[in-house]
């Protein structure tokens, strides 16, 4: 939804009466008595706390230094309803800077409010309880703690950023994961700068105005007047975590703010949102991305003659230029679609952020004469990016495209354990804009292979001492191998523990891993230990797959409104083979099952050979995103997949 804000802008105001003033305040250092007392949120009685008030405040500042300064002020009151709603007593500020020039934090005061033998007590925040944590060269976040918070406790807290970059409007959370009774943000414009918003998941506000302010302001030789918008929006239920969503940023009913036009004093504009194009122009002008792609690709012309490529084929020298970067230089863990370090500091660091290095590469794959170009993307995490709406806002990675004849390649050299052709989970986010001249071309970045988990079982049963030998054989392929080798990182040890402390397996002597460094090939480990076996008048009861396969429904909710976004295509396969002890006969096999539609496909099925019982099962999901509809389906078939492969087999004595 698109509106820019000038006294043009037309809503349909909806009024709801839900937010009295008599039960709650808005003055700061003000309670009220009904506030105090509340025990539950009549409107969400599972509620663990419920915002009384979020109240924001934007404003420009003149200052005689540095021009116009944007003000951020915010206010927030919350009821704290059980133990589990005091982690809302902690909250956090991120801020910026740019060429050395920091936003500042300024008049954070917070308020702990509590009923103690029928009176009530207050405790200010200490500064002591502020602590600052510098996350990069360009973000800081200033985190806050308020004190002794408990069940029934109220807090309120507020605080001012102050910017000078007015790109860093900080887009307006009207709701939360708790229920919110009012939030509301006023902003105030000045004829200088427009902006256009976008507000997601709701169509109108219940409050809207926009006044002419009549008071003339007067900064130097300027003389002007200010246009107060407020946007208000009154009861708004919790956001709920639902399972496989690609971000809760997506969903929560928000308004994002671009800068979209500057109008000059003394007359004239220039136009800050414009077109994809546009934007990827100033891309490739600006220092820290095209210029450095161009930095890049002359170091190329440097290091490329010590890979000793010129006899591959260009998707073995893509292939090699990959790997070089990832075991020379090491990701810091910053995001980013601009390199934080130049050419020559990050070559004589080694690391960087991931603009540093995905945009190397790209600089290396050009210098070999090879079509690479910088793709700018939203991470799982951070959202979806609109597309009818030119905000860099969106934008927090990069990653690189290269073309060799008809097939496009994604590459991204921060991760070292995966395939040079993987994409790590965070940027499989839908949508990617590759940064070309006057171009937008858009594609779609989805893990194509599938994830592949396979656990084979060998079962030497002692029925005399009620237990079972198990050989186990793990292996996976894709992101299944990724998350093996991540773990692994050459300890035996690590695999060790994540067995023990995943699945309660004490492993006997060593852990055995099939040695193969090619990362597009399965990562295979196998060990041994002891499980045990029911046996019970002169029957065992044996579990084929030692309660290691699916046990756990991941579809638990009863309905679902938002696709399943499963990130990837994933397949989980078992196989037992369980020998009968001497002496012993088959009292109970499981009965085999099939099924395999547009969705998903489970197998399960079971042979007798000789003395062994062999039983292989497994499923495909088939999709990486299912839609709403298909929900109650995926999870049914889930359910029966557990049911089946949690069957026991049953052997009696002779």
């Known amino acids: 939804m698109k509106k820019t804000i ?5 809503f349909i105001i909806s009024i709801i009466s839900g937010y009295s003033q008599v039960n ?3 003055e700061f250092g003000k309670v009220t008595q009904y506030e105090m007392s509340m025990s539950q949120y009549e409107q969400d009685k599972d509620a663990e ?19 116009f300064l944007l003000s951020m002020e915010r206010k927030v009151k919350i009821k704290i309803l059980k133990q589990a709603g005091t982690k809302y007593a902690n909250f956090e500020i991120p801020y910026y800077s740019e060429n050395r020039e920091w936003e500042s934090i300024e008049k954070i005061e917070a308020i702990t409010y509590n009923m103690e033998g029928g009176q009530l007590t207050k405790t200010i925040l200490d500064p002591k309880n502020i602590y600052e944590e510098k996350v990069s060269n360009n973000l800081s976040i200033k985190k806050v703690a308020l004190a002794d918070v408990r069940e029934g406790s109220v807090i309120e807290y507020k605080y001012l950023i102050t910017t000078p970059y007015f790109f860093n409007m900080r887009k307006w959370d009207f709701q939360k994961k708790i229920p919110v009774v009012y939030s509301k943000l006023k902003y105030k414009a000045i004829p200088y700068y427009e902006y256009t918003y976008i507000l997601r998941s709701i169509n109108k506000f219940d409050e809207y105005k926009a006044t002419p302010l009549n008071d003339e302001i007067r900064f130097g030789h300027l003389v002007y ?13 919790a956001f709920k975590d639902e399972e496989y969503i690609t971000s809760e940023q997506d969903y929560l009913i928000s308004l994002y703010f671009q800068l979209s036009k500057i109008y000059y004093p003394r007359g004239g504009s220039k136009e800050i949102m414009t077109t994809w194009p546009a934007m990827c122009d100033d891309f490739l002008k600006d220092n820290d991305f095209g210029k450095y792609i161009k930095n890049s690709e002359k170091e190329g012309k ?3 003659p010590t890979l000793d490529i010129a006899s591959k084929t260009p998707l073995e020298q893509v292939e090699a230029i990959t790997k070089y970067v990832k075991e020379k230089y090491n990701w810091n863990g910053n995001y980013g679609k601009l390199s934080e370090y130049s050419v020559s500091d990050f070559i004589k660091k080694q690391t960087g952020n991931v603009a540093n290095i995905n945009l190397f590469l790209t600089g290396l794959i050009r210098s070999a004469g090879l079509e690479a170009y910088p793709i700018i993307l939203s991470t799982r995490k951070n959202g979806s990016i609109s597309l009818s709406h030119p905000f860099q806002q969106f934008f927090n990675y990069t990653i690189v495209l290269v073309r060799i004849g008809e097939k496009i390649y994604y590459l991204d050299a921060t991760e070292p354990l995966l395939y040079y052709s993987d994409l790590p989970e965070r940027c499989l986010n839908v949508n990617g804009l590759v940064v070309k001249p006057k171009s937008e071309e858009w594609v779609s970045i989805r893990q194509k292979e599938l994830s592949i988990s396979q656990k084979n079982f060998i079962l030497d049963i002692i029925p005399e001492e009620s237990k079972m030998k198990v050989k186990a054989r793990f292996a996976g392929r894709g992101q299944k191998a990724y998350n093996y080798r991540s773990t692994y990182l050459g300890k035996i040890e690590n695999l060790q523990k994540e067995l023990k402390s995943n699945n309660n397996i004490d492993v006997k002597g060593d852990v055995n891993i099939d040695e193969n460094d090619d990362l597009d090939k399965p990562f295979v480990f196998s060990f041994a230990f002891d499980a045990s076996v029911e046996n019970l008048s002169n029957k065992l009861f044996i579990h084929p797959f030692c309660n290691l396969s699916i046990s756990d429904n991941p579809f638990k909710q009863t309905k679902r409104t938002l696709p399943v976004d499963m990130i990837y295509m994933q397949s989980d396969f078992y196989r037992s083979e369980i020998n009968i002890p001497e002496g012993y006969k088959i009292n109970y096999l499981p009965s085999p099952y099939i099924i395999d539609d547009n969705l998903v496909s489970i197998q399960y ?27 109650i389906s995926l999870k049914m078939s889930f359910a029966e997949a557990i049911k089946r492969f949690s069957e026991m087999v049953i052997l009696e004595k002779e």
């Open 6 to 10: 000038t006294a043009s802008i037309l």
């Open 24 to 26: 709650y305040s808005q």
């Open 605 to 631: 099925t079971v042979q007798k050979d000789n003395n062994k019982i062999i039983i292989n099962a497994g499923y495909t999901l088939k999709q990486n995103i299912y839609q709403p509809q298909n929900y």
């Open 302 to 304: 440097k290091i490329l």
């Open 225 to 237: 007047k200010e246009m107060q918008y407020e946007f208000g929006l009154k009861n708004l239920p």
């Open 49 to 67: 706390a419920v915002v009384i008030y979020d109240l924001g405040d934007y404003y420009f500042r003149p200052d005689e230094t540095r021009g």
